[in-house]
Each structure stands twice: as structure tokens, then as C-alpha cells.
């Protein structure tokens, strides 16, 4: 049997309650045809009824479903990538909807492009309700915070601009050996580290490959009304803190630790602390907003610190991945 062109793999845990039934609806519009792509379902420790969806879907799409029950969207791609036989390897989510010709644009981006070898595309958002006046928007980072990347132009691209719903590599570029870190990405409940994608595009990129934006190949990330308040975005700051140590040790200052926090952190955090404080009794803006925020990141930042950037840590990281 010939090897399909393209490999989609994803993660789900209890999707069946969210968007993956238009997610998979969006993968039966694919003008690609079936015999060029396969799908790659990962049910990641669900409790609800997603491997009935998966089945029900498995039958009318050329689609394999894997059993993952260790939690952690990280170990359950790897899972996926252990299996995948396309000579292109696409990520994405449970809670996409793709346009039609997303498949097929990856796929004409790809032989147009033969130097290049990680591949982002378009990433729109597809509101629940979109809060119409509501000037959080235009406060808010939406790359890190809805992983939105709705850039037109196509062309060779910084690789901290592709992003995970919509990234595609190819497959001889990993390997059997460049895998997601487990200790990076979404996990049920509590505080997690963003940015398993961001962290393997980086590091590909460090060893030469070079990444390119396809715009025209574009997916729609579902964005929930309960998203889009204040505190939910000011709480994913304190992930997208914690996950930072982990995705830019270089980043990390140097000098005096306190605690296992160099006391330039201290220093900056409690100056954020201390704006936050005196602005937080006052009414909604840009100013209030941020100050909070970078409160929340600080204290992500600060804890990733600590649980990534200990001596004994690093070191098993770096020699990791000299053997890659």
C-alpha cells in the first residue's frame, strides 16, 4: 500500500462535548482525495463518549484511531507520530474547522517550497460570541492567547510565528527520534506549560530547518465565550509564564538566585505586583488590564523557573538533545 502524501494527527480529550464533531465534519470536506492523506485520531483519556465519535467517523474517513490513556496532549502527538506514514506531518486540534482546500493548499505549498521544511498556516478565529465593544481585543495578545495567526501574506517566516493548530513538518525532518517534550503542553487541570508546539518548531529551526507561512491554508480555532473575559486571558498569561523557562532557557537572566529565582525576576515581579495592586480597584483599561496580566505571567514565570531551569534539569535537556 503506497504511503499517503500527508499525515493529520491531533489529540482529543472528552472532545465529544466540544467541537469534534465539526472538526471531523471539516476533514469530510477535504478537496484532497482520501487516497493522498490519512487522519490520525489520538483519544487522550477521555471519560465522555469521544471514542464513539471517533468510531463513528473512522468509517467514513481515512482515519485511524489511537487509545492514549496516559493524560497530556504531548505524549498522545508522539503516540500519533509513532504510526504516521505521510511524507508530511500535520498538527492540529480537536476544535478546528478547516476550509475545504486546507489539505491541498499544505500540500501545493510544500512542492512549491522544497527548501523549506516546517510550514504554518492561517489560523482565524471562530468566535462563540463575539464580544462586539468589548475593547479587550484590542488589549490582548491573541497569538499566545487563541494561537491566531491571521498574517495574509505568504513567504519565509519567524519560526515563533507558527503555531499548533495549523503546523505542518516534514516527516524525514523528525526522525523517529524529534518527538514532543512530555513535560510541555496541555494537562487535566492545574497549571501546565504552553508551547509544545512552539518548543519542537524552535528547535528544528536551531538545527537549520527553515519555516515558511502557506496563507493560504487556513483552519478556524473555536474560541468559547468563556474565553473571553479578563480573567480567563489573564490566567493563561501565568502558562504561557510557567512554559517560558522551558522554551527559552537562553532567555533566562543571569546572576544572584533566590530561591531558585534570580533576583532580577524578584525584582521585576514585584514591581508588576505592586502595579497591579494599586490598579486593580480601579475601572477597566488597557493599563489595569496589563498590569494584572503581567502580574499572572510572573508568577507562571517564576514557578516555570523553578520546575525548568534547576542544574539537573538542564543538563539532562541539553545532552537529550545533542544524541538528537
Known amino acids: 500500500m503506497t504511503d499517503p502524501r500527508i499525515s493529520v494527527i491531533f489529540s482529543s480529550f472528552n472532545g465529544a462535548s466540544r467541537r469534534l464533531q465539526q472538526m471531523l465534519d471539516s476533514m469530510m470536506g477535504q478537496n484532497l482525495p482520501f487516497e493522498q492523506w490519512e487522519l490520525i485520531a489520538v483519544n487522550n483519556n477521555s471519560k465522555d463518549e ?6 463513528q467517523y473512522e468509517k467514513k474517513l481515512p482515519m485511524l484511531v489511537v487509545d492514549h490513556p496516559r493524560p497530556g496532549k504531548s505524549g498522545a502527538m508522539n503516540a500519533a507520530l509513532a504510526v504516521a506514514r505521510g511524507t508530511l506531518i500535520v498538527f492540529t486540534d480537536d476544535d478546528i474547522e478547516a476550509d475545504a482546500n486546507w489539505l491541498s493548499a499544505i500540500t501545493a505549498c510544500a512542492e512549491a517550497n522544497p527548501d523549506f521544511g516546517i510550514f504554518g498556516g492561517r489560523i482565524l478565529p471562530n468566535w462563540e460570541h463575539y464580544p462586539q465593544g468589548d475593547p479587550l481585543l484590542e488589549w490582548i495578545p491573541m497569538g499566545s492567547t487563541f494561537a491566531i495567526a491571521d ?9 515563533t510565528k507558527i503555531w499548533g493548530p495549523n ?14 517534550r512530555e513535560d510541555i ?47 480567563w486571558v489573564q490566567k493563561r498569561g501565568e502558562r504561557l509564564g510557567y512554559g517560558m523557562p522551558a522554551l527559552f532557557a537562553e532567555d533566562i537572566p543571569k546572576g544572584v538566585k533566590i530561591g ?18 494599586l490598579l486593580y480597584p480601579l475601572p477597566r483599561s488597557k493599563k489595569r488590564f496589563w498590569a494584572i496580566w503581567k502580574y499572572y505571567y510572573m508568577r507562571g514565570y517564576r514557578a516555570g523557573l523553578r520546575r525548568y531551569a534547576s542544574a539537573d534539569v538542564r543538563s539532562a535537556q541539553l545532552t537529550q538533545e545533542a544524541a538528537h
Open 50 to 55: 469521544t471514542h464513539k465519535l471517533l468510531d
Open 260 to 277: 531558585g529565582v534570580p533576583l532580577r525576576t524578584w525584582i521585576e515581579s514585584a514591581s508588576w505586583a505592586g502595579r497591579a495592586a
Open 167 to 180: 503546523t505542518t513538518v516534514r516527516r524525514d525532518l523528525l526522525g523517529s527520534d524529534v518527538r514532543f
Open 185 to 231: 503542553g496541555p494537562l487535566p487541570g492545574g497549571l501546565f506549560a504552553m508551547g509544545e508546539d512552539t518548543e519542537i518548531v524552535s528547535r528544528l529551526s536551531r538545527s537549520g530547518v527553515k519555516t515558511y507561512r502557506c496563507a493560504e491554508a487556513v483552519v478556524h480555532h473555536w474560541i468559547p465565550a468563556s474565553s473571553v473575559t479578563e480573567a
Open 151 to 159: 498574517q495574509e501574506s505568504c513567504g519565509p517566516c519567524d519560526p
